[in-house]
């Protein structure tokens, strides 16, 4: 026979062990800029860095800059719980044509295509996010 006194032990390691897998979500949220003024196109990509003691981090965050200039996305924790550090990426928008005429097909070789925010990088390359809200806006350089 088991008795509840002789397995507390027991059940307070697992009520350890499974506290540290409480951690909840992280939803980040901000705005994008490039020399003071608003980024209106493109990504935002958050991944998480393993770290010793946490080797599976959890998956990517992605993000479309708004119109606006803002993003927000959720990251969700790895097998281990939430990283702690971030690295930062910005994806530009894909080239369009410099003119208003719709083309149907390939483009004339004499259309320029604009490339806006190609180029631009994080000026903070890595992050630290925590569980719940984080506002977090990034500078392009």
Known sequence: ???????????LLLAVGLSGCSEGPAVVSGKVAADGKEVTAGG?????LATEGNIL???PGMADI???GTYSLQLQPGANGLAQRF???FTPPAPYPSTAAE????LPQDVPLIAP??????KQAEIEIKPGSNVINIELI
């Open 103 to 106: 083309f149907k097909g390939a």
């Open 117 to 122: 925010y190609q180029g631009l990088i994080p």
């Open 1 to 11: 026979m088991f008795s509840v006194r002789s397995q507390a032990p027991l059940f």
């Open 57 to 59: 981090p959890g998956k």
């Open 66 to 68: 708004r119109p606006d």
């Open 44 to 48: 935002i990509v958050l991944s998480p």
């Open 87 to 89: 690295t930062v990426r």
